[in-house]
């Protein structure tokens, strides 16, 4: 059974309390929420000593399961490519290997780890130089997500053209090239998470994703609608992909994680009316979520 997640953003500026925002969500029907480790590397939470992170991860979780929630899967800092700036690359690893241990302590079973995409990676270029940044990375992440029990998505990306002007295809865009990189780990620290937007903007079919990855390699999602232009974030229904051919294909390959939502708008365009709407709004996106993951 194809079970319901969502981020908890929406209720920021509502003055709820974390219990509050958990208990909202469960009653409207998700069971997990998609817990934000995206801090940037300079963040104070990766300074906290190993037991200080584990007590406030701890504190976050226990307030989750007394309302109803789990932690179904987390997202790491999104800035761990050093470029051009190589004295950071130990402090940007550093706090990956934290926030594999913050997911281990909120008991969450993966976490979201954005492969690294050099500039040079768009369209079919750069692929061997990439793979090679790639595998060094999360290799090195390996010990600590076997350490900590904690298994990586790989999270399909998409570019930028600058003569195109364009969105365009970059590291993972393909459902290929994430089994290439799963398969090259040869580890099950490794799955893959399928951003259906992001499948859009890198040039990709995210339903005929779906089927080629197959509940072997697909673990984790992010569901959010967009206009095939631009990453709206959009709640799904807004925007042009096919969500009923999305959920035909969940069931058809018998996917039985999270379908997670990561759809901000238009939660962050309500304005004045905030914090009137959020929670009804909240109750429309779990509907939509049901009718979706029913489709067979």
Not at 123 to 151: C, S, T
Not at 187 to 208: E, I, K, N, T
Not at 256 to 283: H, I, M, T
């Amino acid at each position: 059974m194809i079970r319901l997640g969502t981020q908890s953003g929406f209720c920021g500026g509502l003055g709820l309390s974390e219990a509050e925002v958990y208990k909202a969500m469960s009653d409207v029907g998700f069971v997990s929420v998609d817990y934000s480790l995206m801090a940037g590397y300079t963040a104070n939470i990766w300074k906290m000593t190993d037991e200080e992170l584990k007590n406030y991860m701890t504190e976050r979780k226990n307030v989750m399961n007394a309302n109803g929630i789990y932690a179904g899967q987390t997202h790491s800092p999104m800035d761990a490519y050093w470029g051009k700036h190589p004295e950071t690359k130990e402090a940007r690893w550093k706090a990956q290997i934290q926030a594999i241990k913050a997911a281990s302590y909120l008991d969450s079973p993966y976490i979201v780890v954005h492969p690294l995409t050099p500039p040079s990676r768009i369209h079919k270029r750069g692929y061997d130089e990439a793979k090679e940044l790639n595998m060094e990375y999360y290799n090195f992440l390996k010990p600590y997500l076997e350490e900590y029990n904690v298994k990586a998505a790989i999270e399909n990306m998409y570019g930028y053209d600058p003569i195109l002007g364009r969105m365009c295809e970059t590291t993972c865009s393909t459902a290929k090239e994430l089994i290439d990189y799963v398969d090259t780990l040869n580890s099950d620290r490794f799955v893959v998470c399928l951003d259906v937007g992001h499948s859009a903007l890198g040039g990709q079919d995210p339903v005929s994703m779906i089927y080629e990855l197959g509940n072997k390699y697909l673990h984790v999602t992010h569901m959010h609608d967009n206009n095939y232009l631009g990453d709206n974030h959009m709640m799904a229904g807004m925007g042009k992909l096919d969500w009923w051919s999305i959920g035909k294909a969940l069931n058809d390959i018998g996917y039985e994680d999270v379908f997670n939502y990561e759809a901000d708008c238009p939660y962050g365009r309500l304005g004045n009316y905030r914090p009137l709407l959020s929670l009804d709004l909240l109750k429309v996106y779990a509907e939509v979520g049901k009718a979706i993951v029913s489709v067979k």
